[in-house]
């Protein structure tokens, strides 16, 4: 079992940054991918970034240049820091943590990012 703990959410103006963290305990070997997905009110959840074991990473387009997803060497934190913030970004973020074999995933318990002036 692996358990999620994410941090740093909060309100920021339009423009602004916020970090958030996600630290992992539990067993996480063989974890094959960490990420983060935001929901917000009335949309489906969606991912925001990945990163591989390998460090091989991805984002969505309406992040891109804007937010940047990074590990530790131990591979039990990930975060996410977040540029640029626009009102469109507010929204529920939770952290994922997935491996292949076995096929499983681990949610963290969200954490609110409100963009607004």
């Known amino acids: 079992q692996v358990r999620l703990v994410e941090s740093g959410g909060g309100l920021v103006q339009p423009g602004g940054s916020l970090r958030l963290s996600c630290a992992a305990s539990?067993?996480?070997?063989?974890?094959?991918?960490r990420g983060w997905y935001r929901q917000a009110p009335g949309k489906e959840r969606e991912l925001v970034a990945r990163?591989?074991?390998?460090?091989?990473?991805n984002y969505a387009d309406s992040v891109k240049g804007r937010f940047t997803i990074s590990r530790d060497t131990a591979k039990n934190w990930v975060s996410l820091q977040m540029d640029s913030l626009k009102p469109e970004d507010t929204a529920v973020y939770y952290c994922?943590?997935?491996?292949?074999?076995?096929?499983?995933?681990?949610w963290g318990q969200g954490t609110q990012v409100t963009v607004s002036s």
């Open positions: 994922n943590f997935a491996r292949s074999l076995p096929p499983s995933e681990y």
């Open positions: 539990g067993n996480i070997f063989s974890i094959n991918t």
């Open positions: 990163i591989t074991s390998s460090g091989s990473t």
